[in-house]
């Protein structure tokens, strides 16, 4: 086979050999790519570093990207282009490669914040909203820079967009308001993701993330609850992580007036003692204790205070201890009050002279 391309005409030969550098550029590419993953991967892992594994796969999957931008380049150069021509190929490239690393950085930011954000500040929750704020600050940074190396004057672009932001502020008054509030949300560190809280309107969940609109509740039964984040940030909150995870779990009882009330405390404290050490979900190391408080109807009241390592963990504890304490009572004779039902029956007076 003869692969004589001389009597080709020049521009098919210049066609074949740019085609020819592309692929080239390409394959060096591919090559780089596995370079920097064992290479690289294998040197940030050496070093301990806190750039991990997915920022150097980020980076590995767009040198074969790269390598073809510059193969592109340099097979531009065999073709007599005009100077017009040249330029706005040179720009778009120039563009092409200042936006791939512009979302190159985006994304090692957001993936460096969701991975060692906790590290340095366990408070700072990992957002939806700080993930979409990053990448809004890197992405306007990198256009700012494309405009500026394209000649463009950017005092002009922002003037307008100062002008256009006022009219887009009071036409998305409760967009921009649910925005800040997030911000304000993520920020306050008041409630963090995973915490369970409960709203004074009633809503109820673990905190699952907070977005530029709207906050994610998930509730016990698996529900999902989207409360706009500017009545989260106004609502009275309660928040069952903090300062601590765990809890007190307050059980009331009552026992009847003829027991032993002495007797009546030691039982209920050693049910409870058992159930703390047994159960999941109980504190070992905490010691229940009960406090009488009601001459009430139809017997003695008194609380039993025990403790669960998180909200959820108290259901457990409760039907477990209301089990064990219902049957040791039973089995000591320890009398629980029952009230009593009482039904009148109205009837009419007898008659007068009877």
């Given at each position: 086979m003869n692969w004589d391309i001389q009597g080709l005409p020049s521009s098919a030969r210049t066609a074949l050999l740019s085609l020819l550098v592309i692929a080239v550029a390409y394959l060096i590419g591919r090559v780089g790519r596995h370079i920097v993953r064992t290479q690289l991967g294998g040197l940030v892992r050496r070093a301990s570093s806190r750039w991990d594994d997915a920022a150097v796969e980020s980076v590995a999957g767009r040198v074969p990207f790269w390598s073809l931008l510059i193969g592109i380049y340099i097979a531009a150069g065999f073709w007599p282009l005009a100077p017009h021509m040249a330029t706005t190929l040179e720009k778009s490239l120039y563009v092409v490669a200042a936006a791939s690393l512009t979302f190159l950085a985006s994304e090692v930011l957001v993936k460096l914040v969701r991975t060692h954000g906790p590290s340095f500040d366990p408070g700072l929750p990992n957002t939806t909203l700080t993930e979409n704020l990053i990448r809004i600050v890197v992405v306007t940074l990198g256009l700012l820079v494309i405009l500026n190396g394209l000649g463009l004057s950017i005092t002009p672009i922002l003037t307008a967009l100062g002008v256009g932001g006022l009219a887009v502020a009071l036409a998305l008054q409760d967009t921009l308001a649910n925005l800040f509030a997030g911000f304000y949300l993520t920020v306050a560190k008041q409630i963090r993701i995973g915490n369970y809280i409960r709203l004074s309107s009633g809503e109820e969940g673990y905190l699952v993330d907070i977005d530029w609109r709207a906050s994610r509740l998930r509730e016990l039964s698996n529900n999902t609850v989207l409360v706009p984040n500017a009545k989260l940030s106004q609502s009275i909150v309660t928040n069952y992580h903090l300062p601590d995870q765990e809890l007190a779990v307050v059980i009331e009882a009552s026992v009847d007036y003829a027991s032993d009330l002495d007797r009546v405390e030691q039982i209920t404290t050693d049910v409870a003692r058992?159930?703390?050490?047994?159960?999941?979900?109980?504190?070992?190391?905490?010691?229940?204790?009960?406090?009488?408080?009601?001459?009430?109807?139809?017997?003695?009241?008194?609380?039993?205070?025990?403790?669960?390592?998180?909200?959820?963990?108290?259901?457990?504890?409760?039907?477990?201890?209301?089990?064990?304490?219902?049957?040791?009572?039973?089995?000591?004779?320890?009398?629980?009050?029952?009230?009593?039902?009482?039904?009148?029956?109205?009837?009419?007076?007898?008659?007068?002279?009877?």
């Open positions: 058992e159930v703390m050490q047994s159960v999941p979900g109980g504190v070992r190391g905490f010691e229940p204790f009960v406090r009488y408080h009601t001459f009430g109807d139809p017997g003695i009241g008194f609380s039993v205070i025990l403790r669960a390592q998180e909200f959820v963990d108290q259901h457990l504890i409760r039907h477990e201890f209301v089990k064990r304490l219902h049957r040791r009572f039973s089995s000591e004779g320890i009398a629980i009050p029952i009230k009593a039902l009482v039904q009148r029956h109205d009837t009419p007076p007898p008659p007068s002279g009877t």
